[in-house]
């Protein structure tokens, strides 16, 4: 059973924008925390920005003033809205979900920047 679906991700040239999408399934019970995290080739995942169910919002330092993470609570939904894009954002990028009944990620998908 799929628990999270994203969507949103492609290729765009530098200094373009991207719109990431995560649909929590109904069946997560207690969302407290709505992510993305980003794992490029090579590097480690790291997290990207998360916002809480009260809506405390924690970004990367290297996507402040880029990247804009927002939630939709009734549609269990989580979106990152990334502008100016650069190379070093190409990644694959995960959702992820912290909830009562335990830690969910997605599949990923994939953003590539060009120069």
């Known amino acids: 059973q799929v628990q999270l679906v994203e969507s949103g991700g492609g290729g765009v040239q530098a200094g373009g924008s991207l719109r990431l999408s995560c649909e929590a399934s109904?069946?997560?019970?207690?969302?407290?925390?709505m992510g993305w995290y980003r794992q490029a080739p090579g590097k480690q995942r790291e997290l990207v920005a998360d916002?809480?169910?009260?809506?405390?919002?924690n970004y990367a330092d290297s996507v402040k003033g880029r990247f804009t993470i927002s939630r939709d609570n009734a549609k269990n939904t989580v979106y990152v809205q990334m502008n100016s894009l650069k190379p070093e954002d190409t990644a694959v990028y995960y959702c992820?979900?912290?909830?009562?009944?335990?830690?969910?990620w997605g599949q990923g998908t994939q953003v590539i920047v060009s120069s």
């Open positions: 109904r069946s997560i019970f207690g969302i407290k925390v």
């Open positions: 992820n979900v912290a909830a009562l009944t335990g830690v969910f």
């Open positions: 916002i809480s169910s009260g809506g405390q919002i």
